[in-house]
């Protein structure tokens, strides 16, 4: 029963580029939350999407970012025209049912973008 | 606003010994509280939990104990050993959609 599954792991960009992150849940799992990890800090939640939604983009920055979660295949997390300070990791984590009804999220590995 | 904070970034406990890593929160409306353990290159990955109306939940060699009216949680780590290194991060919910995460606490467990 394989995890959550990010690609790539690592994700190297100029400024003014654009970066894909992907993101596969556990098998059986429909809900996905992106959280990013600055350097010495601890994850701050970005957005909650499930098949197709999203549900909650509360932590999202307002411009530059977007995410989704088709109906098939990953959810994908884009930043678009990247800046040095998008240099972070981006964890993707998953659950069975939404958080509020259940106790646990599982991550994944994360991907590390470095934005030179 | 940091809602959870764990204000030791790093902690050595010899081999054996008993490890403390402490956290605190400003939110009272935190309902679950989570400890990951987080190892370099890799995701965070759950280690034990309590609800809010519990004042300890043990596993193992982990206890966890909170005491709300200080909004204070620690993870006891009892006999502390070498593979216990990682960085732990206290985790903690509302009714809503997210976590949200302290800083960490890398704990060195020295052979």
């Known amino acids: 029963n394989a995890g959550v599954m990010q690609n790539p792991r690592h994700l190297v960009r100029r400024r003014g580029q654009e970066a894909r992150l992907r993101c596969s849940p556990m098998?059986?799992?429909?809900?996905v939350y992106w959280y990013r990890q600055l350097p010495e800090e601890g994850l701050k939640f970005m957005v909650y999407?499930?098949?197709?939604?999203?549900?909650?983009e509360s932590g999202m920055p307002k411009e530059r970012f977007s995410a989704e979660f088709p109906k098939e295949g990953p959810s994908i997390l884009r930043i678009q025209q990247v800046v040095r300070g998008d240099s972070a990791a981006y964890f993707c984590?998953?659950?069975?049912?939404?958080?509020?009804?259940?106790?646990?999220?599982?991550f994944g590995p994360g991907t590390r973008l470095t934005v030179l | 606003d940091q809602q959870v904070k764990q204000n030791s970034p790093s902690l050595s406990v010899q081999e054996g010994r008993i490890s403390i890593l402490n956290c605190d929160y400003t939110?009272?409306?935190?309902?679950?509280f989570l400890w990951y353990k987080k190892y370099p290159a890799e995701g965070p990955t759950f280690l034990i939990s309590?609800?809010?109306?519990?004042d300890k939940n043990e596993d193992g060699r982990f206890t966890v104990f909170l005491n709300k009216s200080a909004k204070h949680l620690s993870l006891h780590i009892v006999p502390s050993q070498p593979g216990d290194s990682a960085v732990y991060f206290c985790?903690?919910?509302?009714?809503?959609?997210?976590?949200?995460f302290g800083t960490g606490t890398r704990l060195t467990v020295i052979p």
């Open positions: 939110n009272s409306m935190f309902d679950y």
């Open positions: 098998k059986g799992h429909s809900h």
């Open positions: 985790a903690a919910k509302t009714g809503a959609n997210n976590l949200f």
């Open positions: 984590a998953s659950s069975p049912v939404r958080l509020a009804d259940y106790n646990e999220q599982f």
């Open positions: 309590i609800s809010s109306i519990k």
């Open positions: 999407l499930q098949k197709e939604n999203i549900i909650d």
